[in-house]
């Protein structure tokens, strides 16, 4: 599975951003797919889940009521949208397929990591 992150940038503190993960040779519905984030200096953390339905979701404490994660399948396309960014949100984030069964927040339980894509938010 080839993964591509998108979406990220440049943004002031308040603002949004919309991250998409794409994928050629695997339809994502049929995976668990997650968000993860990795700031300087610091180990890779878990931000959302989405199982394969599409109908349960998953999130980190520290982003719960600002971030969303969706899928659309017509798209074979997974989102983060990312609301209400703080400083401390800056981060490389990444997109993951888990090929298991069960949601999962530990990092080396997925399979396949697409490449990140850098966000920074400025005070």
């Known amino acids: 599975v080839q993964l591509q992150a998108s979406g990220g940038g440049l943004v002031q503190a308040g603002g949004s951003l919309r991250l998409s993960c794409s994928a050629s040779?695997?339809?994502?519905?049929?995976?668990?797919m997650g968000w993860f984030r990795q700031a300087p200096g610091k180990e890779r953390d878990f931000v959302a889940a989405?199982?394969?339905?599409?109908?349960?979701?998953f999130y980190a404490d520290s982003v719960k009521s600002r971030f969303t994660i969706s899928q659309d399948n017509a798209k074979n396309t997974v989102y983060l949208q990312m609301n209400n960014l703080k400083p401390e949100d800056t981060a490389v984030y990444y997109c993951?397929?888990?090929?298991?069964?069960?949601?999962?927040?530990?990092?080396?339980?997925?399979?396949?990591w697409g490449q990140g894509t850098l966000v920074t938010v400025s005070s």
């Open positions: 993951a397929v888990d090929n298991g069964m069960v949601v999962t927040t530990t990092p080396k339980l997925y399979d396949y």
């Open positions: 989405i199982n394969q339905s599409g109908g349960n979701t």
């Open positions: 040779g695997r339809t994502l519905s049929r995976y668990i």
